[in-house]
Nanobody
Framework: QVQLVESGGKLVQAGSSLRLSCAAS????????MGWFRQAPGKERQVVAA????????YYADSVKGRFTISRDNAKNTLYLQMNSLNPEDTAVYRC?????????????????WGQGTQVTVSS
């Protein structure tokens, strides 16, 4: 089993940077594909970025390419999301997730474990 706990969300001004962390516990962390998802008010939850456990291949939503970087430190059992040049459209609850299976990494339905989320608010 995998347990995930996000941290790092806060209120920041547009143009700021922020790093989110996702602490994972369990035996499958190093081999699991993991991702960051977000849900803004009135919007569906959507993928932000994902990284595979094998090879460290990454995926980014078009809206965050060039601004966000997903990474993982398996020795610390931690997933990160470095967010730069934040804008109000990035305001959302951010959740990390992990999965044991396969399929398109952008699909929420392929993930088995979810954190409770951390709020990121970007003011103009």
């Amino acid at each position: 089993q995998v347990q995930l706990v996000e941290s790092g969300g806060k209120l920041v001004q547009a143009g700021s940077s922020l790093r989110l962390s996702c602490a994972a516990s369990g035996r499958t962390f190093s081999s699991s594909t993991m991702g960051w998802f977000r849900q803004a008010p009135g919007k569906e939850r959507q993928v932000v970025a994902a990284i595979t456990g094998i090879g460290g291949n990454t995926y980014y939503a078009d809206s965050v390419k060039g601004r966000f970087t997903i990474s993982r430190d398996n020795a610390k059992n931690t997933l990160y999301l470095q967010m730069n040049s934040l804008n109000p459209e990035d305001t959302a609850v951010y959740r990390c997730a992990a999965r044991g299976g396969g399929g398109p990494v952008r699909l929420l339905t392929t993930y088995d474990y979810w954190g409770q989320g951390t709020q990121v608010t970007v003011s103009s």
